[in-house]
């Protein structure tokens, strides 16, 4: 099965993080080839369906 997303790294915000004086980190779903959360949540999920013969 090939995977319809790619695994996006979290990146600490330096800035931010110092003016909430908490650690903030981004993670950059901008860099999906699919560019949509929900589109490849279905896509997951119509894989799981092919593999298990349903679809």
Not at 24 to 53: C, N, P, T, Y
């Amino acid at each position: 099965m090939t995977p319809l997303h790619i695994h996006t790294p979290l990146w600490q915000q330096h800035s931010l993080s110092s003016q909430l004086d908490h650690q903030v980190w981004l993670k950059m779903e901008s860099g999906q080839l699919s560019g949509a959360v929900k589109l490849r949540g279905i896509g997951v999920d119509l894989l799981k369906l092919q593999a298990w013969g349903k679809l």
